[in-house]
């Protein structure tokens, strides 16, 4: 599709309003490609990849991207712990975890708002049988939770959130649904679960729950 769209594009002869439609369906088939590889990526990842891995270092890793990406209009807090807390991991995927949520935060604003990092320790967290349908470990876990100013998620793609590719609406249109997709499965293959509350009034926060390893 991007390869015929670009050789009409430069080749052929059409009005400018053609040429911008155009221009519209390459930068969605670029962004299909990179949602692609953020899933294989993610079905790729060997098992003996996973090391230990200081949270708070990739937290900032993660923002520093998130930063270049965010417009002046959008502001980034982190609340940072005391303690670089420490998971057994792959570090790209909790990057790419990171990441997806953040990013659609971004896009969740797009009058501009408040996007809100915080990491903190949670010993043997209370699990609600209707948050997942996997088997949790009882232990200590760490919280990172993003939370959002921008418009509340459609409730029926939190409702589908544990079992299924999330339902693709106007309020979660594909590539939301496929970065939260994505997310699920790296915390559901590290160990952990998320929850997600969403008010028109507050915006979203996404609560992920990682096993902890050890401090520093």
């Known amino acids: 599709i991007k390869l015929y769209t670009e050789y009409t594009s430069r080749y052929l002869e059409v009005d400018p309003e053609a040429k911008e439609n155009l221009g519209t369906i390459i930068d969605a088939c670029e962004r299909g490609n990179k949602i692609v590889d953020q899933i294989l990526a993610f079905t790729e990842t060997p098992a003996n990849s996973r090391e230990l891995c200081y949270i708070d270092d990739l937290i900032d890793k993660s923002l520093t991207l998130v930063r270049h990406l965010a417009q002046h ?26 990441l997806n949520l953040c990013i659609n935060a971004l896009l969740a604003m ?45 409730e029926g793609l939190l409702a589908d959130m544990d079992d299924s590719l999330f339902t ?49």
């Open 110 to 154: 797009e009058d501009g708002g408040v996007i809100k990092i915080s990491l903190s320790e949670a010993a043997d967290p209370v699990v609600e049988p209707t948050q997942v349908n996997h088997e949790i470990q009882r232990g200590n876990y760490l919280e990172l939770a993003v939370t959002d100013t921008g418009k509340a998620f459609d």
């Open 168 to 216: 693709i609406t106007e309020a979660a249109p594909a590539e939301t649904s496929l970065r939260l997709f994505v997310v699920q499965h790296i915390v559901r293959d590290l160990g952990g679960w998320m929850k997600v509350e969403c008010t028109q009034q507050t915006g979203n926060t996404f609560h992920v729950y990682l096993p902890s390893a050890k401090k520093r």
């Open 73 to 98: 209009k959008i502001t980034i807090e982190y609340s940072r712990p005391s303690t670089n807390f420490v998971i057994h991991a792959d570090s790209t995927l909790v990057c790419q975890l990171l």
